[in-house]
């Protein structure tokens, strides 16, 4: 098994400042932890089911976007999201392959921390290097963990990969080493060790260039 979360320390330059620490308030008591990637100057991407609950049919209330954060500390500040989306096919049918959502923030902390571009890989592809990094834990040290996982069943909307989806890792970015494409989202723990990732295909893009429209109110 290669995909061991190994501590990340050093996280303000590309392209692991892309990579964001989101605090989840689906209200009262229930607090949650994810991850998310800069797509866009205001576009955060991340799982569906960490902005809209289907088991409980309820929508985030506020979420807190952190880019970089780790140790505790938010090298590039906090914000508040002024927008959460998901697609209506995730709603209808909350399957893996459509766990998938975005996260608005107003200003110009996309432009200030970079993102990430999206690419369609091909099984071979899947076969190279890859990378994943996001808060696999909710410990109040919200610290990055990175790991580089070696992929498995892939599918023409999913893959597996050798790392175990704990904690806040739900939306973490996995991208092809020495690049900057994403190929996936990292999206639930598929049994022991195993995370199932949600690839990069045309249904995804297609809402990605619809979010990319969103703008603050």
């Known amino acids: 098994m290669s995909g061991i979360w190994t501590l990340k320390s050093s996280t303000t330059e590309p392209p692991w400042r892309h990579v ?26 991340t799982a569906a089911h960490c902005v809209f609950d289907t088991r409980l049919n309820r929508q985030v209330e506020r979420v807190t976007v952190v880019p970089g954060v ?10 508040t999201a002024t927008k959460v989306a998901w697609t209506d096919r995730w709603q209808a049918d909350p399957t893996p392959e459509r766990d998938y959502g975005v996260v608005v923030v107003g200003g110009d902390l996309g432009i200030k921390v970079g993102s990430f571009g999206v690419h369609k890989a091909s099984d071979a592809e899947l ?14 040290s919200e610290s990055m963990y990175f790991a580089e996982p070696i992929s498995s069943s892939p599918q023409q909307r999913c893959f ?28 639930r723990e598929h049994q022991l060790g195993v995370g199932t990732v949600s690839r990069v295909a045309d ?14 109110p």
């Open 20 to 45: 964001c620490k989101l605090r989840l308030d689906f209200g009262g008591n229930d607090q949650r932890a994810g991850t998310g990637w800069f797509v866009g100057p205001h576009t955060v991407l």
């Open 70 to 79: 780790s140790g505790g500390i938010p090298p590039f500040g906090e914000y």
């Open 127 to 140: 076969r190279q290097g890859l990378v994943i990094a996001g808060y696999p834990t909710n410990s109040a």
């Open 160 to 187: 597996d990969i050798d790392v175990p989806l704990i904690g806040g890792a739900s939306g973490s970015p996995v991208w092809l080493k020495n690049t900057n494409l994403v190929i996936g989202i990292a999206v």
């Open 203 to 216: 249904p995804m893009i297609e809402s990605i260039i619809e979010w990319l429209k969103l703008s603050q």
